[in-house]
Nanobody, 121 residues
Framework: VQLVESGGGLVQAGGSLRLSCAAS????????IGWFRQAPGKEREGVSC????????YYTDFVKGRFTISSDNAKNTVYLQMNSLKPEDTAVYYC???????????????WGQGTQVTVSS
């Protein structure tokens, strides 16, 4: 199992970025792909999740209405579209997978290396 994130960068507040998580080593039959983030000095927190089996999505409150998770199962890639970015969104963003469960009950055992997102004020 391999997960590779891309798409991070520096953006001004109010701007947008789209993160990608390219997965390999497994098929998107019934998996959960989650996005997490960790800011300096803070604990890692969950951001969003998508279940490949039915496309159900989940968001943490602080990104609802601003971030959208989606997947292209044919490309084994999950995206996180981030709009209306705020300085407090600055963090390293990671994608993670549970290759045997949907989002509800997922135990994310496989992680990417992360991509830095920096939002300037």
């Amino acid at each position: 199992v391999q997960l590779v994130e891309s798409g991070g960068g520096l953006v001004q507040a109010g701007g947008s970025l789209r993160l990608s998580c390219a997965a390999s080593g497994f098929t998107f039959d019934d998996v959960a792909i989650g996005w997490f983030r960790q800011a300096p000095g803070k604990e890692r927190e969950g951001v969003s999740c998508i279940s490949s089996s039915d496309g159900s999505t989940y968001y943490t409150d602080f990104v609802k209405g601003r971030f959208t998770i989606s997947s292209d199962n044919a490309k084994n890639t999950v995206y996180l579209q981030m709009n209306s970015l705020k300085p407090e969104d600055t963090a390293v963003y990671y994608c993670a997978a549970d290759i045997s469960r949907p989002c509800r009950g997922a135990d994310f055992g496989s992680w990417g290396q992360g991509t830095q997102v920096t939002v300037s004020s």
